[in-house]
């Protein structure tokens, strides 16, 4: 965990879960590292209003508990004796894209279906309990210390709720603040330009109710039913502590938003292509009214484009990229940005910016390319819809045709999804030869051939 090359001290602006990962691998490289939250953090799971999310369903991709288990021994052992559900990804869950089923076969790929506020909790106590490493609630973020001419970060402004602002020096300073962040803001008020943005709206309405989960109930541990062009909404069960299950229906477009009404929550799971959630929330019983939470837009911030970087600050996790939730991919991320981070740490401190940007983009590009592509097959959402994200949705489109009858086509796919495998495994010979023979009723508009030739330039971009 620790080292005898601690030097220094690190401040991290929020504590949620990319912060506190943040903090833990700092841990390793800084004497000191201080996390300020504004919230009141609790002292149990528990959902708190800097994590709004925090009550619809969520879950750990396999790269997420990879990474986690690495930085936190014992994890999921922990978590599943406090009443988390392991899952083989594949044989456990029952995936269901455009219609398609992926057939339930042991792949290898372990998630965990936990609740945020339960892992949220875990690994703050973890964090917490490290020698080094300090969590100061109910502080705010208002700003940046510099040295004179600007060029060097050395600290933050924190105002304690009730109190005087207090100035708290440090060689790192980490922005884990989330999608509502100031980061950019902080930075031009030194005389930076902000960085640009990438912004999708992914118009989608959730709405989650929690239902009591008893042994026999259903034969998977999750359901995951993506909404498409044809079917403009889905649904998701997650298996959760508590003897729990988190039920997150959702539409995306005008008109499609879940009810919130009882009643209608039920009929509105009846739409879904796949039979399962609704035969499951016909005799489930609620353990709370149903909650709606519009989606906010989908924004990455092109720091590693910026031509000017302060030394001494770096964002992470949300501040960097906030994705459409309705993919679970933020937690996962955040836990592979740490690792990023740990890795340009142990080759030293000299242009850390600059360096963590440049590696974090390229953790970002996958799930952004499959968030945002997914997202633009809805013809109600806006963006730009370029040459090769229409040809990665249309492969994608036969690939799900192709998965319900090569279960090593689901696993391949999941295993992209997952964060295990990087994109280009989807295009290997034999994977190509499944989606193209079995996706040969595909329509002309779903995979023009034109589109199909330049696999390598339009993938490995």
Same mark, same amino acid.
């Given at each position: ?219 998977? *541990?999750?359901? =995951? &039913? #993506?909404?498409? @062009? $044809?079917?403009?909404? +889905?649904?998701?069960?997650? %298996? /959760? !502590? ?74 992470? *996790?949300?501040? =960097? &990229? #906030?994705?459409? @939730? $309705?993919?679970?991919? +933020?937690?996962?991320?955040? %836990? /592979? !940005? ?77 295993? =992209? ?45």
């Amino acid at each position: 965990m620790s080292t005898t090359n601690e030097t220094g001290q690190a401040v991290v602006l929020g504590g949620s879960i990319g912060g506190l990962l943040a903090a833990r691998v700092l841990s390793e490289s800084y004497a000191k590292v201080t996390v300020f939250d504004r919230d009141e953090l609790p002292a149990e799971a528990a959902d708190r209003k800097g994590v709004p999310q925090s009550e619809h369903s969520h879950g750990l991709l396999a790269r997420g508990r990879q990474v986690l288990e690495e930085l936190f021994p014992g994890l999921t052992l922990d978590l599943t004796a406090q009443g988390a559900v392991p899952v083989d990804i594949q044989r456990d869950c029952l995936w269901v894209n455009d219609g398609h089923r992926i057939p339930r076969v042991a792949s290898g790929l372990e998630g965990l279906c936990v609740s945020r506020r339960a892992l949220e909790a875990y690994v703050r106590d973890r964090v917490r309990a490290l020698p080094n490493v300090e969590i100061r609630d109910r502080c705010e973020a208002v700003g940046l210390l510099a040295d004179p001419d600007g060029g060097t970060v050395t600290g933050a402004r924190i105002l304690p709720r009730g109190g005087r602002e207090e100035r708290h020096a440090a060689d790192l300073v980490v922005d884990a603040t989330g999608r509502g962040n100031r980061g950019p803001t902080w930075l031009a008020e030194l005389g930076y330009q902000p960085p640009t943005e990438d912004r999708v709206d992914p118009r989608t309405v959730y709405v989650s109710r929690d239902y009591r989960r008893v042994p026999g109930q259903a034969d998977f *541990a999750a359901f =995951v &039913c #993506s909404p498409s @062009p $044809a079917a403009p909404y +889905g649904g998701v069960a997650i %298996a /959760a !502590e508590g003897d729990r299950w988190m039920v997150t229906l959702l539409g995306v477009g005008p008109d499609q938003a879940p009810p919130t009404d009882p009643e209608g929550y039920l009929a509105f799971a009846g739409r879904l292509p796949a039979p399962e959630l609704h035969a499951l929330l016909s005799r489930a019983e609620p353990l709370g009214p149903p909650k709606r939470m519009r989606l906010p837009t989908s924004v990455r911030r092109r720091y590693e484009h910026l031509a000017r970087l302060p030394e001494g600050f770096i964002a992470v *996790a949300d501040a =960097v &990229c #906030s994705f459409n @939730p $309705a993919y679970g991919q +933020g937690m996962t991320v955040a %836990a /592979a !940005e740490a690792m990023v981070l740990r890795d340009c740490l142990r080759q030293g401190r000299r242009d850390l910016p600059r360096r963590f940007f440049a590696a974090a983009a390229k953790v970002v590009d996958v799930p952004w390319d499959m968030a945002v592509g997914a997202d633009l097959r809805h013809p109600t959402i806006v963006g730009p819809r370029s040459r090769r994200t229409r040809f990665l949705n249309g492969y994608v489109t036969r690939l799900h045709a192709a998965a319900t009858r090569h279960p090593v086509v689901g696993r391949r796919f999941l295993s =992209v999804a997952n964060l295990m495998t990087p994109p280009p495994a989807l295009f290997a010979p034999g994977i190509v030869a499944r989606v193209l023979w079995s996706g040969r009723r595909a329509t002309p508009q779903q995979v023009r051939p034109e589109l199909a030739a330049p696999v390598e330039e339009l993938v490995s971009r």
